[in-house]
Nanobody, 124 residues
Framework: QVQLVESGGGLVQAGGSLRLSCAAS????????MGWFRQTPGKERDFVAA????????YYGGSVKGRFTISRDNAKNTVYLQMNSLKPEDTAVYYC?????????????????WGQGTQVTVSS
């Protein structure tokens, strides 16, 4: 059974940084692309960042490009999201997701496994 467990969320002041982690188990982590999404109440889940199976290519949503960095350590079965220069509008529940192949998708419905989410709150 595939499990994704996020950690690292919390409360931070605007301009601060957080690093989210997502530990994966249950399948060969290094074979699959991974993504980060975020969601606020009453809104759809938005694409934040994604990384190919090897880590050789990364993709970002427009609102986080230049501030967030996605990376992965296949030896540790973990994907990370380094978030810098945080803004109040980054406040959301952040989810990691595993794609069904090594290719990246920016649409949530193409991911087949999801973590439980971790809350990130940025105060002004």
């Amino acid at each position: 059974q595939v499990q994704l467990v996020e950690s690292g969320g919390g409360l931070v002041q605007a301009g601060g940084s957080l690093r989210l982690s997502c530990a994966a188990s249950g399948r060969t982590f290094s074979s699959y692309a991974m993504g980060w999404f975020r969601q606020t109440p009453g809104k759809e889940r938005d694409f934040v960042a994604a990384i190919t199976w090897s880590g050789g290519s990364t993709y970002y949503g427009g609102s986080v490009k230049g501030r967030f960095t996605i990376s992965r350590d296949n030896a540790k079965n973990t994907v990370y999201l380094q978030m810098n220069s945080l803004k109040p509008e980054d406040t959301a529940v952040y989810y990691c997701a595993s794609a069904p192949s090594g290719l990246v998708y920016i649409v949530p419905k193409y991911y087949d496994y999801w973590g439980q989410g971790t809350q990130v709150t940025v105060s002004s």
